[in-house]
């Protein structure tokens, strides 16, 4: 039976811990109460908000419509032939859990997405990454139900239009489609080649294990996990989205500029004459990093990553963020986007 609670605050199912209310809150187990949520947001003409974990919204007001929250569970794995497994997962299972799980089946692939809070169905929404691995690496088809029609629709990896932190369910279709599944293929760990190319994690995974030539994805995950503990605010304990803005990718020519300007920036050469500068660097420099106001700031130890220290609001974190833009654009000329949804 679907139960569907009033009047709901919000606090428990973001990461960010802001207290707004839904008007409705509903608990999805199986896809046809996605269907009957569907149904009961037609029939009162309110929108429907699809909601994993919360690690990757911002909100900033009450929702005067239906919170869906993800809860379908289940997992499976078959291998394919001797070199590959077959993963599937429902939307709701949590990420890090399945990740961890694909590892003891002996699969390799995900290990470098250690730790990334939230659902399995979320990830396709930004094609989450880390450590230069990206889902989109592994990724074979999502099912989804398309709130417009209530048909279930299958998309293949082309279909899904992945991009850095991007999809068609992020930019072009946002809202419209309910990820239920998840179609994953992934290497066996006797096969696969690990990915220890990003810089950051070589040279981590050397301090632990100086034997470069054996990393298995179980060593790979747990030095993830121990960077990211080091690095990251828990939210558990303090109030984050993860990344607070993306990356900014500029010409070459732009860098170059930069670069002259400005000692130390860090730029990472990408296709086709661009440049992915870390915003985390360009927010340092710029002064605000580990600064507070009001409730919210700027974590102390990754600039990337903002904060509510426990009162602050959605809006106060806006406002944060807008100053950041606002003032990387005068001092750098560079663009920021905000990586999360805002709602
Ligand atoms: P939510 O926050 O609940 O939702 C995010 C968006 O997806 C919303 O627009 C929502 O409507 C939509 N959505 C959620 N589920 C579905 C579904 N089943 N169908 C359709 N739409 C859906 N991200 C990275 O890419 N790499 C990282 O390394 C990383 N590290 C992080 C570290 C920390 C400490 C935190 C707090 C966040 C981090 N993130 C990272 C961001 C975030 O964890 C991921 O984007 C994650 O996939 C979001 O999952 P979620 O279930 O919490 O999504
Ligand atoms: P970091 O290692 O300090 O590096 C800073 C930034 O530089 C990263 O964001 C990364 O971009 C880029 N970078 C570093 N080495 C690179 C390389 N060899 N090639 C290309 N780009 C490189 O970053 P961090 O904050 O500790 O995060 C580590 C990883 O976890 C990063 O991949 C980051 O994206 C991911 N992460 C994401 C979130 C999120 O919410 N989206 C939150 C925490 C961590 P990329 O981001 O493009 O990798």
């Not at 199986?30 to 037609?42: G, H, I, M, P």
């Not at 209530?150 to 279909?159: A, P, Q, R």
């Not at 944060?320 to 905000?338: N, R």
Request: glycine residues 8%.
């Amino acid at each position: 039976m679907l139960v569907i609670q009033e009047a709901v605050s919000l606090k428990p199912y973001n990461t960010l811990g802001f207290d707004v209310s839904a008007r409705y809150l509903i608990c999805a187990n199986n896809e046809q109460d996605v269907l009957n949520a569907r149904t009961f947001a037609l029939e009162n003409n309110l929108p429907l908000l699809v909601l994993g974990g919360g690690s990757n919204v911002v909100f900033t007001q009450d929702f005067d419509g239906v919170v869906l929250l993800m809860n379908l569970r289940g997992k499976s794995i078959a291998p394919i032939d001797e070199r590959r497994f077959e993963v599937r997962c429902k939307a709701g299972e949590l990420w890090h859990e399945m990740v961890l799980w694909s590892i003891e089946q002996g699969a390799q692939g995900l290990e470098n997405l250690s730790l990334i809070p939230g659902t399995v169905g979320a990830t396709p929404v930004q094609n989450i990454g880390a450590y230069g691995t990206d889902l989109n690496d592994w990724f074979v088809s999502l099912k989804a139900i398309d709130i417009h029609t209530g048909e279930i629709c299958v998309f293949d990896k082309s279909e899904c239009e992945f991009a850095y932190r991007d999809s068609i369910f992020k930019s072009k279709f946002p809202q419209r489609y309910v990820i239920t599944e998840l179609k994953l293929h992934l290497n066996s760990a006797k096969c696969g080649d690990v990915n220890v190319n990003y810089g950051g994690l070589l040279d981590a995974l050397i301090e632990q294990y100086p034997d470069t030539s054996s990393y298995t994805p179980k060593m790979i995950s747990d030095v993830v996990c121990a960077v990211r503990r080091a690095k990251l605010p828990d939210p558990v304990k303090l109030g984050n989205a993860g990344s607070f803005f993306k990356n900014p990718v500029v010409s070459s020519e732009h860098a170059q500029r930069l670069q002259t300007q400005f000692n130390g920036l860090v730029a990472y050469p990408q296709t086709a004459g661009q440049v992915k500068l870390a915003a985390g660097w360009l927010i340092e420099q710029a002064g605000f990093k580990g600064v507070c106001f009001d409730g919210v700031g700027v974590h102390d130890k990754q600039a990337l990553v903002l904060v509510n220290y426990g009162e602050g609001t959605g809006q106060q974190l806006l406002e944060l963020a807008h100053c950041i833009q606002a003032k990387i654009l005068e001092q750098f000329g560079v663009a920021l986007e905000i990586e999360p949804r805002v709602y």
